[in-house]
């Protein structure tokens, strides 16, 4: 939202995680769950303000994809 | 001949390098980390990384690479386990694709900072042992700071502190108790003087001037009460 009337996760601009979902509509779920609404629940957001890394297979949820990306 | 510049800069009547030298090196270091790294410096957030004990890990076990058609499926599959119906068809990922207005998103996709409200573009999280190698070289920089002014390499407590706590082992526990105490109040304010003194205040970040102030009217308000104690 660009008209800044809603509060979104201040990280939402740095987010590892979005170049790896490719699919739009996934993507958007995610963020409209997470970023956008009760963003203290990301388990990335709790990482990052915790001052610890955040790995790139970490989802939201807590869940743990099983492998990076091969780059 | 004339006198080194070098000698000239460290020329004082304290065993300490001039304060102006000390700010610009610091100065160097917080902007340089900013500009070079795309980080801000924290030296307490740096040390709890070290110490974290699955960043090692991560370190020493890293993941497992995968293939991008592997990774899309597993995301699919995360996905809709974690939001079961309110997760946009498999097949038809995209349908509310077109409920992001075209300026969200930029070229990758990837919502824009004007989209993200004041988010800024953060670099990569320094890795475990760049961490350390960090920590470390904050010890060897004091210690060759120190070694260019003749000092000894050993802890010598100044006259306020041997009267208050002695010379022996209570001195090093009293250090021991401090440490924690910083640890925990970093931990509870989110930064310690690097990340909120110099690099949160340079910001003028509200919350960093706050506890920057704290720190340091704390210690002054401390060191006054100490001084009336042993008058």
């Not at chain 2, 090196?25 to 410096?41: E, F, I, N, W």
């Not at chain 2, 002014?149 to 401090?178: C, H, I, K, N, Q």
Request: hydrophobic letters at 45%; proline letters at 6%.
């Amino acid at each position: 939202v660009a008209d800044g009337s809603k509060q979104h996760c201040t990280h939402v601009g740095s987010c590892e995680l979005f170049p790896l979902i490719s699919r739009p509509g996934f993507l958007r779920v995610w963020q409209v769950h997470y970023c956008e609404a009760d963003y203290a629940k990301c388990e990335r957001f709790k990482r990052a303000l915790a001052g610890k890394s955040i790995p790139i297979t970490l989802l939201p949820n807590g869940a743990e994809l099983s492998g990076a990306p091969t780059t | 001949m004339s006198t080194p510049l070098f000698a000239l800069v460290l020329s004082t009547t304290t065993p300490y390098w001039p304060f102006w030298v000390g700010g610009l090196a610091l100065a160097s270091v917080s902007v340089g980390t900013l500009v070079l790294l795309r980080r801000p410096l924290g030296v307490s957030g740096t040390l709890a990384r070290v110490l974290d004990r699955d960043e090692l890990r991560r370190e020493l076990r890293p993941p497992v690479q995968r293939s991008t058609a592997d990774l899309e499926a597993e995301l699919m599959a995360a996905t809709l386990a974690a939001f079961g119906a309110a997760t946009p068809d498999a097949a038809f990922g995209d349908a509310i694709e077109g409920e992001m207005s075209p300026s969200a998103v930029d070229a990758d996709g990837e919502p824009t900072t004007a989209a993200a409200g004041p988010a800024t573009r953060l670099g990569p999280r320094l890795s475990w042992s760049i961490s350390l190698l960090f920590l470390l070289g904050i010890v060897g920089g004091g210690a060759l700071a120190a070694a260019t002014t003749g000092r000894p390499l050993a802890f010598t407590p100044d006259e306020t502190y041997a009267a208050l706590f002695g010379t022996g082992w209570l001195s090093w526990f009293t250090l021991f108790v401090g440490g924690v105490l910083v640890g925990v109040g970093t931990q509870l304010s989110g930064g310690c003087t690097s990340g909120h003194g110099l690099v949160g205040c340079g910001m003028m970040r509200p919350g960093s001037l706050a506890a920057t102030a704290s720190f340091f009217g704390t210690g002054i308000l401390v060191s006054i009460l100490l001084s009336a104690v042993l008058r």
